[in-house]
């Protein structure tokens, strides 16, 4: 008998929300249910503040559709981007008032941090095309040369490149239960939702189900102990930037644009974006900020010059450096091998390594932060 909806509402009946003690199915939270075979997508609609507190839930209704017939993954995400229904909006009420014993209002939930994981980086873009993913593999090689224990995760659902980046190939392995172990080059440890489909697939999914996925290689991935996650975010201000900033202490963001004022004008949303959430800027990066001719060496400022520095002077965050737009950077991205491991000694790898150096010493002048409240106006 095919699996319907009324069957995943009757086994989240069984999954309770903290301090009202209603059911999830009667909470009005759960929404865009998917059946496709036997993979079963939804979402749980929270306020921005709950993120923390209702995770638990999100693992808990996880394991109850799991345990259906014919069910075969699962994948729930937590979502703030609809109005809820005015039953999910007296249920949040009930969720936020403070437990028995509690001080008034209660304590703000804090979110988690990754085991193992000591600071957790974002590398952002307003917009696609400024060389994003390059920036997050160089850097993530150039921290590593510096001597520290790093990883990525590739939380761009939409366009996953650091597969390609890093010349890996083939499926990780499942180490326990739903823990990946994640994928190993150049002495980092990887994880990409490019090793868990077809590179051809499109990636048609709403924003639950990206929130779901991150969500999953961040905390059911065996990272180990590391030093720094790099995360190669999506472009943009969307569902993925905030829900890394909910459900994750990041220590800090790297903003990548290019010269010209249209990328400037996207990278400055994204600074505010990450200001809003009161995530730190660890600074901006001028990506393809001039060519040099390797025929005549004539110097070309193909998309201008200097802005990026005079947008982060502008906005009083630091500026990390040029980074030229350049064959080698190019075809050894392309072939998976990113310049600073392929050729530590060029001039390109040393932008990069100048580039690591300011971000360690960003990262050094604070603790991971814990997740703040967002409040979206």
Not at 17 to 35: E, K, M, N, T
Not at 103 to 113: V, Y
Not at 235 to 263: C, E, F, K, N, R
Not at 329 to 347: F, K, L, N, Q, W
């Amino acid at each position: 008998m095919a699996l319907t909806q009324a069957d995943i509402l009757r086994a989240l009946e069984l999954v309770k929300l903290p301090a009202s003690g209603q059911s999830l199915s009667a909470s009005g939270r759960v929404a865009d249910i998917l059946i496709d075979g036997g993979k079963v997508i939804f979402a749980i609609g929270i306020d921005p503040t709950e993120a923390a507190a209702m995770e638990p839930v999100r693992k808990a209704a996880e394991s109850a559709v799991s345990g259906l017939p014919g069910v075969s993954q699962v994948l729930v995400g937590l979502t703030a981007d609809k109005a809820p229904s005015s039953a999910a909006a007296q249920a949040r009420q009930q969720a936020q008032r403070p437990a028995p014993g509690a001080g008034p209002g209660g304590p703000t939930p804090k979110a988690a941090g990754v085991p193992g994981v000591k600071q957790i980086i974002a590398v952002a873009s307003g917009k696609g095309g400024v060389g994003k993913s390059t920036t997050t593999a160089n850097l993530a090689v150039a921290l590593s040369v510096l001597g520290l224990k790093v990883g990525v995760l590739d939380a761009d659902i939409y366009g996953p490149s650091v597969p390609k980046i890093f010349g890996i190939t083939g499926k990780p392995r499942l180490v326990s239960g739903r823990t990946l172990a994640p994928m190993e080059a150049y002495g980092l440890k990887i994880m990409s939702i490019g090793f868990l489909i077809d590179e051809e697939t499109p990636m048609i999914w709403r924003g639950p189900m990206v929130i779901s996925a991150i969500t999953q290689m961040l905390r059911e991935v065996a990272w180990g102990e590391l030093d720094v996650l790099v995360v190669d975010m999506p472009p943009g201000t969307g569902d993925a930037q905030l829900t890394m900033a909910q459900q994750t202490p990041l220590a800090g963001a790297v903003i990548v644009s290019t010269p010209q004022d249209l990328a400037l004008l996207d990278a400055r949303r994204g600074v505010a974006m990450f200001k809003k959430v009161e995530v730190p800027i660890l600074g901006i990066v001028e990506n393809m900020s001039y060519f040099i001719c390797p025929e005549c060496g004539t110097r070309s400022d193909i998309f201008a010059h200097g802005g990026a520095r005079h947008e982060a002077e502008r906005l009083g965050v630091p500026f990390l450096g040029e980074v030229p737009l350049a064959m080698p950077i190019r075809e050894t991205s392309d072939s998976g091998r990113p310049i600073v491991a392929s050729d530590p000694d060029s001039a390109h790898a040393k932008a990069y390594l100048g580039i690591a150096r300011q971000v360690m010493a960003s990262m050094a002048g604070g603790a991971a932060r814990a997740a703040p409240r967002i409040v979206i106006e």
